[in-house]
């Protein structure tokens, strides 16, 4: 057996080093992973921002007005339902920012509506936990 011959397989060194490349490599990339779920969750929110608000452009386009809540665009069909706040996880939790009305001026005809209330002109997160790159979700 001793005819120099070598049989064939891994050395111990030989897998000891594979071993440690791998786990430096996972060392470096975990760091990254960890933040992917918040990563997708905050892309989500901002789809969902769009979406809402847009929806509510629309609205002011086809209406002359903003609606007077969110539900107001479901129920005009603007929206199929209200999104869920993927950093809430709740779907009741939406700011709603009412659009401001000049008191010493009257409204013109497209700015109120048949009750002459303000409608919803913009739409917030009502988190108020810190994205990763600082902000407030409630400032988004």
């Given at each position: 057996?001793?005819s120099?011959?070598?049989?064939?397989?891994?050395?111990?060194?030989?897998?000891?080093?594979?071993?440690?490349?791998?786990?430096?490599?996972?060392?470096?990339?975990m760091?990254?992973?960890?933040d992917?779920?918040?990563?997708?969750?905050?892309?989500?929110?901002k789809?969902?921002?769009?979406?809402m608000?847009?929806?509510?452009?629309?609205?002011?386009?086809?209406?002359?007005?903003?609606?007077?809540?969110?539900?107001?665009?479901?129920?005009?069909?603007?929206?199929?339902?209200i999104?869920?706040?993927?950093?809430?996880?709740?779907?009741?939790?939406?700011?709603?920012?009412?659009?401001?009305?000049?008191?010493?001026?009257?409204?013109?005809?497209?700015e109120?509506?048949?009750e002459?209330?303000?409608?919803?002109?913009?739409?917030?997160?009502?988190?108020?936990?810190?994205?990763?790159?600082?902000?407030?979700y409630?400032?988004?």
């Amino acid at each position: 057996m001793g005819s120099g011959r070598r049989s064939s397989g891994f050395t111990l060194l030989e897998l000891i080093v594979v071993i440690s490349i791998i786990g430096i490599l996972a060392t470096i990339v975990m760091p990254a992973l960890k933040d992917m779920p918040r990563r997708a969750a905050e892309a989500a929110l901002k789809t969902d921002l769009r979406t809402m608000r847009d929806a509510l452009d629309q609205h002011l386009g086809d209406k002359g007005q903003y609606p007077k809540s969110l539900e107001g665009l479901v129920t005009a069909g603007y929206l199929r339902k209200i999104p869920v706040d993927p950093i809430t996880k709740s779907a009741e939790t939406w700011v709603e920012i009412y659009e401001e009305i000049d008191t010493e001026a009257p409204p013109a005809e497209t700015e109120l509506g048949d009750e002459n209330e303000p409608g919803v002109e913009d739409v917030r997160s009502g988190s108020s936990r810190l994205s990763l790159d600082g902000t407030p979700y409630s400032e988004w």
